[in-house]
């Protein structure tokens, strides 16, 4: 069983900056995906962005593309989300997945493992 904590979130004001941290424990996955997903309130989970493993190459929502990226520490077992020029739109509980094996899917049912979430506020 992977076991995700995310930390970071906060209120921060429009324009600033944030970077999410996710730390995966238990089994040690050769081929997975990690990534984030946010869900704003009253919405459907919605799809930011991942990061394979192996290999580190990266998929971001269109979205926020040109604003987030996706990094990672494979020592740590931990990814980022830095979040620059952040928007009130993007106010919402950020989510950190797991997928096990090579696929980018961007339905949030495709994902093995989900941490708690942590509240990212973005006021005006």
């Known amino acids: 069983q992977v076991h995700l904590v995310e930390s970071g979130g906060g209120l921060v004001q429009a324009g600033a900056s944030l970077r999410l941290s996710c730390t995966a424990s238990?089994?040690?996955?050769?081929?997975?995906?990690m990534g984030w997903f946010r869900q704003i309130q009253g919405k459907e989970r919605e799809y930011v962005g991942v990061?394979?493993?192996?290999?580190?190459?990266?998929d971001i929502a269109d979205s926020v593309k040109g604003r987030f990226t996706i990094s990672k520490d494979n020592a740590k077992k931990t990814i980022y989300l830095q979040m620059d020029s952040l928007k009130p739109e993007d106010t919402a509980v950020y989510y950190c997945?797991?997928?096990?094996?090579?696929?980018?899917?961007?339905?949030?049912?495709?994902?093995?493992?989900w941490g708690q979430g942590t509240q990212v506020t973005v006021s005006s």
């Open positions: 238990g089994p040690t996955f050769t081929s997975a995906v």
């Open positions: 990061i394979r493993w192996n290999g580190g190459v990266t």
């Open positions: 997945v797991v997928r096990l094996g090579r696929r980018i899917p961007t339905s949030p049912t495709e994902y093995d493992y």
